[in-house]
């Protein structure tokens, strides 16, 4: 998502320099939000013209943890450091809350924002490479010479059947819908089939799937998931096309 939205200067995926095949490992019992965070520092290191230069460190002072700043990154053609922080997020649109459609974006169980994320950003995450101890973490860059960066990568996701225009800065990074279980039975059939993927594949095409279920099989789950006021992400498949929504509870 661009700065637009963000008022932060954006740092785009698509400016690293990559091989035509890429091939590394990704460790496969940790956090959607840490297996993102590796996924990047891959890219940024297998490519030509950037490199890592501190990753995911955390900065301390007298015993506690203030905070932790997720790279420092150098663009080694033009000899420029870069404090980049990474946000990798999924956010409903609930048109009820707010005039303003940035306050609108929230998270799938409703406890946090896309604003109160930014608001983070900008008055604690960037901040804390100018506190006085972080200096001392970072001694092999000249803190004054580091810009500063946000890559915050979306998946975006609007009331079903919601007919209203979404603004283009955010519609890009639309990737379905949302409902409430009443509805979501309402639209089953049986040439529909579903998959329930685990947080850590959220990231996923669904088309890459390969295991399919009809809704009975997933019944249960929902209801439960529903009880305990946790939405769930769901898979569809029907005959060639396949969908992407949340189950939510509220």
Not at 78 to 84: A, D, P, T
Not at 154 to 180: C, M, N, R
Not at 215 to 242: D, G, R
């Amino acid at each position: 998502m661009d700065s637009s939205v963000t008022a932060l200067p954006t740092f785009d995926l698509s400016v690293l320099i990559l091989p035509n095949e890429l091939d590394f490992q990704l460790p496969t019992n940790i956090r959607l939000g840490h297996l993102a965070e590796k996924i990047v520092s891959e890219l940024i290191q297998a490519s030509t013209n950037y490199k890592v230069v501190y990753e995911n460190s955390q900065i301390i002072e007298k015993q506690k943890t203030i905070g932790e700043i997720d790279f420092i990154i150098e663009n080694v053609k033009e000899n420029k450091i870069i404090h980049l922080e990474l946000a990798y997020k999924f956010y409903l649109f609930d048109p009820t809350i707010s005039s303003e459609a940035i306050n609108n974006w929230i998270g799938p169980n409703r406890n946090d924002s896309l604003s109160e994320k930014l608001e983070k950003l900008k008055t604690k995450q960037f901040p804390l490479l100018y506190h006085s101890i972080t200096a001392v973490n970072f001694d092999s860059i000249d803190i004054n010479r580091v810009s500063q960066s946000l890559c915050l990568l979306v998946s975006l996701f609007v009331p079903y059947a919601f007919k209203t225009k979404v603004d283009p800065a955010y519609e890009k990074a639309i990737k379905g819908y949302y409902l409430d279980s009443k509805t979501f039975i309402s639209l089953d059939n049986v040439e529909k089939v579903y998959y329930l993927p685990s947080k850590k594949e959220w990231g996923m095409d669904p088309s890459q799937n390969e295991i399919w279920t009809d809704y009975k099989s997933i019944e249960n789950k929902i209801a439960t998931s529903i009880q305990e006021k946790q939405a769930l992400l769901c898979w569809q498949k029907y005959k060639e096309t396949y969908l992407s929504f949340f189950i939510v509870w509220w």
